[in-house]
């Protein structure tokens, strides 16, 4: 255990700690989250996240030929915002439904640590594995680290895609009343013949 306890990230020593991070969160994700110090600001998480963010984006740009200078700043922009809005739901959540102790500075690190898997997402049949290998780490680290009970974590994550299904349909049956008595009209679907 004392070897899961010293490959915590350090943004002071991104070279030495950033290799053993990532591997003890992707192969040994239940003891690494359950050793993981109770974060206390937002610096390490911050630092872990947009290395974890950089890097897909990096190679997306050069693989795409898109300029580095747009992709970078807009995917780590989106990234930090969304991750943050994901750790403060799952702190929310917890406190509300699952009574644990849970601040969102801690979920923060939990979802910082999760991310790990996105490093793959820049290749495209992964992206969906690295997604749902990222939910699992975030529900692992909600369990080991903030003893979240296992049934209530994966009830939390599963909610809000719940939530989040339910408020595009609503979204796309509003767009589509709103087109209807303005008068607009989906386009014909072309016949095809077999």
Not at 25 to 32: G, K, Q, V
Not at 41 to 51: F, M, T
Not at 128 to 142: D, F
Request: hydrophobic residues 55%; aromatic residues 12%; proline residues 6%.
């Amino acid at each position: 255990m004392s070897n899961v306890t010293n490959t915590w990230f350090s943004s002071d020593r991104i070279g030495e700690t950033l290799p053993a991070a990532f591997r003890q969160a992707l192969t040994n994700p239940a003891a690494w989250f359950a050793a993981m110090p109770e974060a206390t600001s937002y610096k390490d998480s911050l630092v872990l996240l947009a290395i974890y963010i950089t890097i897909p984006a990096l190679v997306s740009s050069a693989l795409t030929g898109f300029i580095t200078i747009i992709i970078l700043p807009l995917s780590l922009a989106l990234g930090l915002i969304a991750t943050w809005m994901w750790a403060w739901y799952l702190a929310w959540a917890s406190r509300m439904f699952c009574k644990a102790r849970l601040t969102t500075v801690d979920a923060f690190q939990i979802c910082a640590a999760g991310a790990a898997p996105m490093v793959f997402s820049c290749i495209p049949f992964l992206m969906p594995v690295a997604t749902l290998w990222n939910l699992y780490l975030n529900w692992q680290g909600m369990v080991s680290h903030a003893k979240v009970g296992g049934g209530c974590a994966l009830l939390i994550i599963l909610a809000a895609f719940v939530i989040l299904g339910g408020s595009l349909l609503l979204l796309g049956a509003l767009l589509l009343q709103l087109a209807h008595q303005s008068g607009l009209s989906l386009p014909p679907m072309p016949m095809q013949s077999f």
